[in-house]
């Protein structure tokens, strides 16, 4: 796919920026999800994942599932991402996630900046100290970073979730 085509993309296909944080105050007193995800498959960029993402009920300890999902996604071609996604029963997902050793553990918060809402994941267990912003959409080209963050890692697989849960950010 040419990527200077103009917004003109498949449905199935998402496009995304990313960029570290360097400003972890920005996320004090926000509201935060809780996402685990184990990687079933990931090779040359493919993958398949199970996602549980839950929430807090209130400002206590006990959380309630939002939704589980079961995740293929293609090769990263610049910031453009084939996905295919399924909702799949919740109890399922945290099964397979229980048993599987590539596991990515994030709380994300939500936050408006530059009139756009951008995903910051913090990173728990392995990947600790990790956080990266990210926006997705079909409009997102020209959009700067906001001031609380820095080096774009849209294009560094790296930091891609599958390559998280192999190879750990506490082990660079």
Do not use: C
């Amino acid at each position: 796919m040419n990527l200077d085509e103009l917004d003109a993309i498949p449905e199935n296909v998402e496009r995304e920026r990313r960029f570290l944080v360097t400003e972890p105050s920005i996320l004090e007193g926000a509201d935060w999800n809780l996402i685990v995800q184990a990687y079933v498959f990931a090779v040359d960029g493919y993958a398949i994942r199970v996602r549980r993402e839950r929430e807090r009920i209130g400002t206590t300890r006990r959380m309630r599932d939002l939704k589980a999902t079961l995740t293929m996604k293609g090769p990263r071609v610049g910031d453009q991402r084939s996905e295919f996604e399924m909702e799949v029963d919740p109890v399922v997902a945290a099964e397979v996630i229980a048993r599987s050793v590539n596991v990515v553990e994030k709380r994300r918060h939500s936050l408006v900046s530059q009139d756009q809402t951008w995903d910051v994941d913090v990173f728990l267990g392995p990947n600790h100290g990790l956080m990266i912003a990210e926006l997705e959409g079909r409009h997102i080209r020209g959009v700067k970073a906001p001031w609380w963050a820095s080096v774009e890692v849209t294009a560094d697989s790296r930091y891609n979730n599958d390559s998280l849960a192999f190879h750990p950010f506490s082990q660079w």
